[in-house]
């Protein structure tokens, strides 16, 4: 697999201070055996806690103001946490930012690029939707999601998509169309 378009445009730190978890994010209990937890926050030590840390999701402290994503149980009832990884992709991709290199790096790397890689779903309608509009605020909701995988919508990318928007709907997934839950279990 070529993964040359893997290219989030936000570091973890980058996101987190973006407002992308609610600050709630990390609320979770640390769970047993996960020996990367504490490593993990050390790399945050430039990025304000209540970002992360809170008990309590806060749609107000999200960069867009408004809830976007499911809970942590559902990510889990869903069965796309890898063992090493039990907080998710955004766990995944700190690990992997810091130099980590795992066996599930394919799997991850296909849910960012089906999400909002060059051609994945989700960065192409917004990119439709802000050429349809001319509305760069367009779809808080959307662009809330997109940070949420280390994406911020982005002029460069945006003219290079309208460059080259004769795509077609096959092309938006790996998968086609919206993968299947199933696509993304471990």
Known sequence: MDNSNFKPNLTPSQMLKKGIFGGSYFGIQKLQGDMYYDELFESFI????SLYMGDKYQPKSNKFKIKSGKDYQFWKDMNWMHEDDPY???EWYCKYYMGRRHSDDQRQIQRWLDFCGPKGRWRQRIYGMI??????DVSPR???SLLHWGYQVNENDYYAWSEQKQYSEEEWCHYGGL???KAYQY
Do not use: E, L
């Open 179 to 181: 993968p299947s839950p």
């Open 46 to 49: 430039d990025v304000d806690k």
């Open 131 to 136: 050429d349809s509009t001319g509305n760069w």
């Open 142 to 144: 959307i662009q809330q």
């Open 88 to 90: 998710g992709w955004f």
